[in-house]
């Protein structure tokens, strides 16, 4: 009697590693959940800088032109062409602002000249701006030339 518990117990110890084993089927590729793995560039999650404004990255010009901060600068646009814009410029606690005249150079805005007399030839001529936007300018005469 003593044999058939023992036979019985380990029988049962046996049973429940079998069905502990078994209930453990190894993981098969198709039962793994799917990856999010994107399909196109569309897809792929990009962290990007917006692009800063043209009208922003010439009052930023200013600023540095003049050693001020931006917020002392209030520029406005008044026309750009993608290579060339020109507009108005006042700084904070002054009374009377002037124009401004910048070209685009590297990637970069460059203020070629600005102020509230006269355009000079020699400093614009080599930017090529429109005539919409400089008709005319003094020479180193004192001479108004057109463009």
């Known amino acids: 009697m003593k044999n058939i518990i023992i036979g019985l ?4 110890v ?3 590693l079998a069905f502990y084993l078994f209930s453990q089927k190894p993981t098969t590729q198709t039962d793994l959940p799917p990856l999010d793995i994107p399909t196109s560039v569309e897809d792929t999650p990009t962290s990007t800088i917006p692009p800063v404004s043209d009208e922003l990255s010439i009052k930023q010009a200013l600023a540095d032109k003049y050693h001020k901060d ?9 026309k750009n062409d993608g290579e060339h814009a020109s507009g108005g410029v006042i700084f904070s606690g002054e009374i009377s602002g002037g124009w401004v005249l910048a070209a685009k150079v590297n990637q ?6 600005d102020g509230n007399g006269t355009v000079s ?3 614009v001529a080599p ?6 936007m400089v ?10 030339q057109n463009f």
């Open 9 to 12: 117990l380990l029988g049962l």
């Open 14 to 16: 046996i049973a429940m």
């Open 70 to 78: 931006l917020s002392e600068v209030n520029f406005t646009l008044s």
């Open 108 to 113: 970069q805005w460059l203020i070629v000249q």
């Open 121 to 123: 030839c020699e400093t």
């Open 127 to 132: 930017y090529n701006f429109p005539v919409s």
């Open 135 to 144: 008709p005319g300018c003094v020479d180193q005469n004192g001479q108004l």
